[in-house]
């Protein structure tokens, strides 16, 4: 869930193995290793969380995301199966 919103759902197992939202990569990516040893890629976010009061049109996590396109500022994505128990808000994830 990102601003109120679910931007991705589904299985345990599927969403902690492919993650498709580009923010539930970034959550995932922020879990701890616990080995100082090896290290993780960790997903850049763009800029600050936008404001919750006061949403502009289109994807709420569009200002942060490296995915952003023009259709990501003109409407917010609906949730789409991607796979019998996987849905996700993202046109970019969904393909």
Request: net charge positive; aromatic share 6%.
């Amino acid at each position: 869930m990102y601003l109120g919103r679910i931007v991705e759902m589904g299985d345990k197992q599927e969403l902690f193995s492919k993650p498709l939202h580009p923010y539930t990569q970034a959550l995932m990516e922020a879990i701890p290793i616990p080995n100082p040893e090896r290290k993780k890629k960790r997903a850049e976010l763009r800029s600050e969380v936008p404001s919750a009061i006061d949403m502009s049109a289109g994807c709420r996590f569009r200002t942060r995301c490296s995915y952003e396109e023009k259709t990501c500022r003109e409407k917010e994505p609906e949730l789409v199966a991607v796979s019998p128990n996987h849905f996700v808000a993202c046109e970019r994830a969904a393909k």
